[in-house]
């Protein structure tokens, strides 16, 4: 079975430092992995995907992450934060079976102080 | 650009009545899924759907719920007798094939069962 793990459940950083959000996956064939964010009251948005291909895979608002096998991670990152990076950020995994649903880690809060 | 809308933003219910929320998937996609996400908690698979069948559900999908795609557009999620634990934000999404690999979802609904 897949699953996702997300750790640390809130991050803290300072407008302009590097943002890093970690995920590991686990998936018993190549997986679709994906990074979603929530702002408040709003609902999910792509930010990023690796299908297949380059394993750097770069989304909107500057944010890219990176795809290691041997890690099992895709974790999320950014050079320098803004502060209206501040939402719940979501890491998933697609599975390959014919329903494409998709199985969700637990969620990071990313904090921006000024 | 296409997004998938959804309705009620906000639905509030008394503890046994039945609720109906209601998605517009993006017009030309093929598969549909109902999500929820209890406060505080990570965004959970419900059901997909795709030639007008049921193609997976999970075990929260149980009896009292029921998905319909009931002219074309459209496309709801019935909660037959609502249960306190019922209150969640519910999010429908929508994909065109495999190819694209990517889910677009809708804003969400948030239900509250009193």
């Known amino acids: 079975a897949q699953s996702v793990t997300q750790l640390g459940s809130h991050v803290s950083v300072s407008e302009g430092a590097l943002v890093l959000l970690r995920c590991n996956y686990s998936?018993?064939?190549?997986?679709?992995l994906f990074w979603y964010v929530q702002y408040p009251n709003q609902g999910l948005q792509l930010l990023l995907k690796?299908?297949?291909?380059?394993?750097l895979v770069k989304g909107i608002n500057g944010f890219e992450a990176e795809f290691k096998k041997s890690e099992t991670s895709f974790h999320l990152t950014k050079p320098s934060a803004h502060m209206s990076d501040a939402a719940e950020y979501f890491c998933?995994?697609?599975?390959?079976?014919?329903?494409?649903?998709?199985?969700f880690g637990q969620g990071t809060t990313l904090q921006v102080k000024p | 650009e296409p997004e998938v809308t959804q309705t009620p933003s906000h639905q509030v219910t008394q503890m046994g009545q039945e609720v109906i929320l209601r998605c517009v998937p993006i017009?030309?996609?093929?598969?549909f899924y109902w999500y929820r996400q209890i406060l505080g908690q990570k965004v959970e698979f419900l059901v997909s759907?795709?030639?007008?069948?049921?193609?997976?559900k999970s075990e929260i999908f149980d009896d009292q719920f029921s998905v319909e795609r009931p002219d074309g557009s459209n496309f709801t999620l019935k909660i037959r007798s609502t249960k306190l634990e019922d209150s969640a934000m519910y999010f429908c999404?929508?994909?065109?094939?495999?190819?694209?690999?990517?889910?677009?979802f809708g804003p969400g609904t948030r239900l509250t069962v009193l």
């Open positions: 998933a995994v697609r599975t390959r079976s014919n329903t494409g649903k998709l199985i």
């Open positions: 998936s018993s064939v190549p997986p679709y």
């Open positions: 690796y299908t297949t291909g380059a394993t």
């Open positions: 017009s030309n996609h093929l598969y």
């Open positions: 759907f795709y030639n007008n069948e049921i193609s997976e």
């Open positions: 999404a929508s994909y065109l094939a495999e190819s694209t690999d990517t889910q677009y």
